[in-house]
């Protein structure tokens, strides 16, 4: 197996948290092909994919309140927050679902967008774009630390630490940095990490904010499948190739490709997709 076909295979059983990462990355190289300007040396998207700090501009393209968090200013800025939510995915998914990791992720965006654009209505900070996953990013880790917030978790040349110690020192420097340069990009990280708070706070009352993103999924779902539909004439012949039991493909060996491909899934979701063998790679690509 080739390293392309290694690379569709951590995306088809990666998770959602992997498929963000590879979404992010393939829209950094698409925005490097299309918006990077050699000449000066950076980015310029257009106002109809970045977020317009210009209310006006913003809300007549209502789609960049989701649009900028896939959008990166750089390759370091984009290695930075996929790192982080690499890290923070990972500790989301030991307490909630997929969906509420895809759900945390767009509206936590949407919000910090909406808190973007009102600071600058209210106060005098000229005219800027917002781009980057990093709001999202706060919203998926503040709300794991709101839920748990005495996890201990490992951090390199650190040690061992308690999650709510990491948000801390995030935070405070946010808060520091957010009259000094980039404001507009510390106060959508506030802005996500009280979505993050605001999330669980109302999960704990029964209110789970990510069923919103998860009705609206499963409609355009439900639109681009009716529309692949083949449409069938209600009169058919069919010829039936009659098999003899031993041509027939033995309902023993079905069964048990399904328990080794569950068991491999298991492990993927315990450990990850480089935690598979060679064998056990193999074994997926095989079964697509």
Known sequence: MNILDDIKQQYRFGGMNQKLIFWNIGLFLISLVVFYQFSIGRFHYPSWLALSSNAGTSFVYPWTFITYSFLHGGLLHLV????????????????????QLFGVYILGAV??????????MFLPLGNAILVGASASVMAILFATVTYAPLMTVRLLLVGYVKLWHIAAVILVLDILQIGVSNTGGHISHLAGALFGFIFVSLLKQGTDLTKIISKITEFFKGIFSKKSKKKYTPFQKVHVNK????????????????????EILDKISRSGYDSLTKEEKDFLFSQK
């Open 243 to 262: 098999k003899t039991p031993s041509e027939a493909t033995p309902r023993f060996q079905k069964d048990r490709n399904q328990q080794q491909i569950d």
């Open 80 to 99: 930075f927050n996929l790192i982080v939510l690499n890290f923070a995915g990972r500790l989301f998914q030991t307490f909630f679902s997929e969906k």
């Open 111 to 120: 919000f910090s967008g909406l808190v973007y654009v009102l600071a600058y």
